[in-house]
């Protein structure tokens, strides 16, 4: 099946600089890369999502890059805030999903 | 749209005890879900449903068992916790197409098994 990893685990940033968070997947038929975002005691909610015909795709501040050979995708957030501040998993699917462990997004003031 | 709603939001049990975890989704979704979280392993899916009574496996199915007797309702019972059940569960639905779009996710219950 599907084995997702993603990093790094934790990552702390000054306001105003860029995030990045990497996932590699394992099942070349994977192809639905989906990016969710969860706040301190809520659900995941989908921020952003890239299929495997796409290498970018943007939202605003977010991007998502898709390197299909090498089986690696990337979560970009430029000009952070402090409500960016959340835990970020990323997920690999063909019919069956798999998440990555998380990133806990610390922006500062 | 209240969206994915479930109850109970925080609960204990003791071990061998059992319960039911609720979700209802007021967005006419086919596909239903049932994670678990836990520290430093993301979100395992647990079963899951492609449509009213039917059921299927995830990836993490022993100890747990699912009802989809109404499409708007998905029900996650625990017939016998064990303080490796302590986690916490998070619903989900989506329309057709499933697991290759958007998941929208309830705020989550949290489970104390003693």
């Known amino acids: 099946g599907e084995n997702v990893e993603q990093h790094p685990s934790t990552l702390s940033v000054q306001e105003g600089d860029s995030a990045v968070i990497k996932c590699t997947y394992s099942?070349?038929?994977?192809?639905?890369f989906p990016w969710y975002k969860q706040e301190l005691g809520k659900g995941p909610q989908l921020i952003i999502d890239?299929?495997?015909?796409?290498g970018e795709k943007k939202d605003q501040r977010i991007a998502v890059t898709l390197n299909k050979t090498a089986k690696h995708f990337s979560l970009h957030i430029t000009e952070t805030q402090p409500e960016d501040s959340a835990v970020y998993f990323c997920?690999?699917?063909?019919?069956?999903?798999?998440f990555g462990a998380g990133t806990r997004l610390t922006v500062k003031p | 749209n209240a969206g994915v709603t479930q109850t109970p939001k925080f609960r204990v049990l003791k071990t061998g005890q059992s319960m039911t975890l609720l979700c209802a989704q007021d967005?006419?979704?086919?596909?239903m879900y049932w994670y678990r979280q836990d520290p430093g392993m993301g979100l395992r899916l647990i079963h899951y449903?492609?449509?009213?009574?039917?059921?299927a496996k995830g990836e993490v199915p022993d100890g747990y068992n699912v009802s989809r007797l109404k499409k708007q309702n998905f029900l996650l019972g625990l017939e016998s916790a064990a303080p490796s059940q302590t986690s916490v569960y998070f619903c989900?639905?989506?329309?057709?197409?499933?697991?290759?779009?958007?998941?929208?996710f309830g705020e989550g219950s949290r489970l104390t098994v003693l």
């Open positions: 989900a639905s989506s329309p057709p197409g499933g697991i290759t779009g958007e998941l929208f």
């Open positions: 449903s492609v449509g009213e009574g039917t059921t």
């Open positions: 967005m006419n979704h086919e596909y």
């Open positions: 890239i299929r495997s015909n796409v």
């Open positions: 099942d070349s038929a994977s192809n639905y």
């Open positions: 997920a690999a699917s063909d019919n069956d999903m798999r």
